[in-house]
């Protein structure tokens, strides 16, 4: 009969933890609508194609560093 105790602790700090889960998930959620908030803020002045470029670059150096990576792992 102990596992029964067992069983129903383990469903307490299950909850506890889900608890604490959704606390941590909350506040990373605001701080990240926060930087959103912010970034939005000061590129809403920015021409389009400052923007565009900006986007590019980021955008072409993340699939130039996946690509290192692919290559650099099948060696």
Do not use: H
Request: net charge positive; glycine share 6%; charged share 20%.
């Amino acid at each position: 009969m102990k596992l029964y105790r067992k069983q129903q602790g383990s469903r307490q700090g299950q909850q506890e933890q889900d608890e604490t889960a959704y606390r941590i998930a909350k506040k990373i959620v605001a701080g990240q609508k926060r930087v959103a908030s912010f970034l939005n803020k000061k590129a809403s002045g920015l021409p389009r194609w400052v923007l565009l470029s900006a986007f590019l670059s980021c955008f072409l150096s993340t699939g130039a560093y996946c690509i290192y990576l692919l290559v650099r792992a099948l060696n």
